[in-house]
């Protein structure tokens, strides 16, 4: 059976209709003001980062400082950028999985062959 | 209608697009590609034989100065970040209609990511230089290799974005077709945030 044949037969329009969930996700996006924003925030924080660096503060506040800064901007970037605050739950679901996965492999790898990140 | 554009407009279970369904998967598994490499380095870096290091190191008495150039590696993370930003307009632009629009920052966002490249060739060159190679040390190899794959990865989606710049000049992406520019935004999105994870963890915290 052709694709014609079946979509006839199940009285499904010729021209089929764009996914739902697709349309409903593309309507809820940010426009090109808020992510303008969004990038003047991500600079300011890379600056911030930079800054601290050459500030001379005690290291374990430095890393602290630093991993916080970058899990902000990672965060804001999948969030608004990549769109995973507006988007289906499914697809946050594939990224956090090989995320948390990653993140697994990289704790049990430093903390059973000796690296260090401080 | 060709075989490739049915298909795309097939119903699924899910109500979402597979095309995108798989490029979640496969950035899910790039996570732990780029994971793994991050952890190799932060394991290798300090178990160096010899010079040359990422910051200040001595060896048989002698002071090595590091290796690293943090404004340079900061003017690069930041060009890196704004490509994310003129890619996101595109994006914004081409799902409003504004093929124009699109255009302009689709070509935005594949100059800067050239930008970064050129930056990371002269860093290498540099680095080289200063007698760092692939097998010089165990800094050397997986500085290069994990950096090196990230440079790849930019490189193949400045391909990509030069491809759809081209597409779009012969008027075949329309305000229809912007999941197109949409998976190509996630993946130059991802590139960024490996960069974002790299910037911090290897350029800023040293041991």
Redesign the interface.
Known sequence: MT?AEYRKRRG?DAA???????REH?EK????LE??Q??TI??VI?GV??GI??MGVAHAL??IG??V??AT??SM??L????LKFD?R??SS??????I???S??TV??AT?????? | MTQAAATSHLETSTGLDNRKLLMWLFLGSECLFFGSLIAAYLLYRDRGTGPPCPSDCAFDGVQYEGLFDIPFTSVSAFVLLMSSVSMVLALAAIQRGNVRGMQIWLFTTATLGLLFISGQAFEFTEFNHEGLSLSTNLFGTTFFVLTGFHGAHVTIGVLILLSLFTVSLQGRIQQKDSLNVELAGLYWHFVDIVWIVIFTLIYLIQP
């Open positions: 694709l499904i089929p209709p764009e996914h739902a969930a697709e593309v996006h940010p426009g090109a992510y303008a969004i990038g991500l600079a890379t980062e930079v660096y050459y430095l890393v630093l991993m800064l970058s901007k990672f970037v999948v608004w950028f990549m769109h289906h499914l697809f594939m990224f956090v999985l090989g995320f996965l990653a993140l492999i990289f790898v430093l062959v000796g690296g260090k990140l401080v």
